[in-house]
């Protein structure tokens, strides 16, 4: 495989931009003037969705297909990203655990919950997903065919619209100002050049891994689905509107991962 310089270049520059989409989509928090109960309900429920949706579309299945290609078998592949898939909802469950937090509604949580905002298993959720994704950027590029490399990105660019949007008014759901809002939901994105990096440099480690650390980015955002978004979103009086808000979540990612995959 391919490691020359300047293909290394093209694949952090194309990780970078697709990560910065994060941003694109944040950008909507500066237009918004209120966010109420109703509304908060329904933006995480449908942050819950894009989740959901990137969770199979764009980490499990693209891991089946690595693992596959990799092993050769399909059982041995499906072994390998339940792996991961156990692995990134038992790092989530430790970090749950052992670091203090506060949940979206039902308030402080932990010993110390000062230290540590109730957003931030959401947000370590959606980074870990981006590094990943990265990665499968650089690995497109570094294996020698830039024209994928390119609708990798493209694709994973587009995708990362919607996710930027769902971390930005997650946090302004739990009055965080708009500026702080969106330049966190920009942050999550940078994780992505990073994999990039890592996929084109180090292709020959991160080509074999790429089943297992897909599947531990799903493990983590399904983890953080149910256990943190969807009881949140339930407890007030909204609940149909939060179903129909996570459904419609993920039928528009599903949407963006299939024609754009």
Do not use: C
């Not at 499906?78 to 792996?83: D, K, S, T």
């Not at 979206?104 to 994704?133: D, K, Q, S, V």
């Not at 619209?161 to 330049?183: K, T």
């Amino acid at each position: 495989m391919s490691t020359d310089i300047s293909i290394v270049w093209l694949g952090t520059l194309a990780s970078l931009l697709a990560g910065l989409a994060s941003g694109l989509g944040a950008l909507a928090v500066f237009f918004l003037r209120t966010l109420t109960d109703r509304l908060q309900d329904s933006m995480l429920a449908g942050a819950a969705g894009v989740m959901l949706a990137a969770s199979f579309f764009s980490l499990l299945l693209p891991g089946l297909e690595y693992g596959e290609d990799l092993i050769g078998t399909t059982w041995a592949a499906a072994l390998f990203v339940i792996l991961g898939v156990l692995s990134g909802a038992g790092a989530l469950f430790y970090i749950h655990q052992k670091l203090p937090h506060e949940h979206f509604n039902l308030g402080l949580e932990g010993p110390h919950p000062a230290h540590i905002r109730r957003i931030w298993l959401f947000i370590i959720a959606i980074t870990l997903h981006n590094f990943p994704e990265g990665m499968a950027v650089g690995v497109g590029f570094a294996g020698g065919d830039v024209r994928n490399g390119y609708v990798l990105a493209t694709g994973i660019g587009i995708q990362n619209i919607p996710e930027g949007l769902a971390v930005a008014f997650s946090l302004l759901a739990i009055n965080y100002s708009r500026l702080r809002a969106f330049g966190i939901a920009l942050l999550t994105g940078l994780a992505e050049p990073v994999g990039g990096i890592f996929g084109a440099t180090l292709v020959w480690l991160a080509e074999p891994i790429m089943p297992w650390t897909l599947g531990f980015a799903a493990g983590a955002m399904l983890f953080i689905i149910s256990n943190e978004i969807i009881p949140e979103t339930h407890r007030n009086s909204y609940k149909t509107l939060a179903t129909f808000s996570l459904l419609a979540g993920f039928v528009i990612m599903m949407f963006l991962d299939a024609t754009l995959g």
